[in-house]
């Protein structure tokens, strides 16, 4: 199972790693990066939930329902 951790750096950053647990204890941990302003975490977020989602196909093809 992998989730996504954000936690308070030192100097007043929000860090973001994606972290692997395998029978309730931690085995990997990747950090992503770590950011100052919220645009920045938005983008390292999206990049932690792409690294999770892997190759794996969406069930519905959203872009299909965001077309005006």
């Known amino acids: 199972m992998a989730y996504i951790r954000k936690f ?3 100097s ?3 860090g973001v790693q994606v972290c692997y647990k395998e029978q309730g204890k931690v085995v990997r941990t990747v ?3 770590s950011a ?3 645009a920045a975490l938005e983008k390292l977020m999206r ?3 792409g690294i999770i989602d892997g190759d794996k196909r ?3 093809d959203l872009n299909k329902f965001n077309k005006k």
């Open 8 to 10: 308070k750096t030192t």
């Open 47 to 49: 990049e932690a939930q």
């Open 31 to 33: 950090h992503i990066g």
């Open 58 to 60: 969406p069930l519905f």
């Open 12 to 14: 007043g950053a929000t």
């Open 36 to 38: 100052s302003s919220a």
